[in-house]
């Protein structure tokens, strides 16, 4: 059995990271990252996110297990999901001997000896993530006893986090007082310069806080016809009714824009892949129940491509499914959802 090569004194002698009242999250996360690999000092700490798919890892300086920021796996085979539902502890000096994480997909996959799990809690006390970590080595009772320098970290996360969110949420609001002047005259949804600059800044947050996140590209069907039949009136007529329906679907908060002449995007942020499925078909319903029709393609958000790499894919996923339409226009076939990486 492996001991740890920090006691207690060695700890204290470690320079504790200063938190500032007005630090950004992920500023914090590596600083507490960078202080438990010293005081200890295990192969893999990382503050990740749970987004109630996946755990998301956001803060990762790995030495021996070869993840980095943006890899992911699923929630509920991670020895955190398992802590948080209470089937583990928190501190585990050897994870093996805890059937819960020894039964899991992740203990087969990697050599782990000792465990950390770490909630860090939102400000409505449910759960964002963890600091976690993880070891090959199976260590002895020490770690137990740094039980209360790791809550604390936890506790310490959690207040930057609330502050945080809270700073963000006010830097929305007055967004969305300014943005009238990237509005699209005929829609009244952002233009195309609008919607680049909300891109832009919700590319930092989704990075800061890996929140769970797509982009749906949506192209509406029949435009040309009813220009070259009906005159460009009814066409703009067309345009409205679509951008109407596509704006009672989704969330107030969320981003809209009319991007090219009969093309519209939509950003959304906390949505599981099941949600943003949901709200495709709810699209599709409003756009029948208002006579107009399109095809629509979505991808997820992910750290590596950010949302250029998504978007690109929702627009090939969107042809994919015009294509497929073709000949059949009734016809909604399922629109593939890229695999988050």
């Given at each position: 059995m492996t001991s740890l090569t920090t006691t207690a004194a060695d700890t204290s002698a470690v320079p504790v990271p200063t938190l500032s009242a007005d630090i950004a999250?992920?500023?914090?996360?590596?600083?507490v990252v960078d202080f438990l690999k010293q005081a200890v000092p295990f192969d893999y700490w990382t503050v990740n996110r749970c987004d109630g798919e996946r755990q998301l890892y956001l803060e990762v300086p790995d030495d021996t297990y070869g993840l980095k920021a943006g890899d992911a796996h699923p929630w509920e085979d991670t020895f955190c999901g398992r802590m948080h539902e209470g089937r583990g502890p928190q501190v585990a000096p050897d994870a093996m001997a805890v059937p819960a994480y020894a039964e899991t997909e992740v203990a087969h996959e990697l050599t782990i000896g000792a465990y950390v799990g770490i909630p860090i809690t939102r400000p409505d006390r449910g759960l964002f993530g963890t600091i976690c970590g993880i070891d090959p080595a199976v260590n002895d009772e020490e770690l137990e006893r740094q039980a209360p320098l790791l809550q604390m970290l936890g506790s310490l996360?959690?207040?930057v986090l609330a502050g945080d969110l809270a700073r963000t949420e006010l830097e929305r609001e007055r967004e969305r007082a300014r943005e009238e002047a990237t509005k699209d005259?005929?829609?009244?949804?952002l233009n195309r310069r609008g919607w680049d600059i909300a891109v832009a800044r919700e590319e930092a947050r989704c990075r800061r806080f890996g929140d769970p996140s797509s982009v749906l590209v949506i192209d509406l069907d029949r435009l040309k016809e009813?220009?070259?039949?009906?005159g460009h009136t009814a066409g703009d007529a067309f345009i409205a009714k679509a951008a109407e329906a596509l704006s009672a679907s989704v969330r107030g908060y969320d981003h809209v824009?009319?991007?090219?002449?009969?093309?519209?995007?939509?950003?959304?942020?906390g949505m599981t892949s099941a949600q943003i499925h949901d709200l495709v078909g709810r699209?599709?319903?409003?756009?029948?129940?208002?006579?107009?029709?399109?095809?629509?393609?979505?991808?997820?958000?992910?750290?590596?491509?950010?949302?250029?790499?998504?978007?690109a894919e929702a627009?090939?996923?969107m042809y994919e499914q015009k294509r497929a339409r073709r000949g059949n226009p009734g016809h909604r076939p399922p629109t593939p959802l890229a695999s988050s990486r």
């Open positions: 999250f992920d500023d914090a996360a590596k600083l996360l959690s207040m005259s005929l829609t009244g949804l009813i220009n070259d039949r009906q824009a009319r991007i090219g002449g009969d093309e519209f995007a939509v950003l959304v942020t699209i599709h319903a409003a756009f029948d129940l208002a006579g107009v029709s399109g095809s629509i393609g979505h991808a997820p958000y992910t750290i590596v491509a950010g949302f250029p790499g998504a978007f627009d090939a996923a």
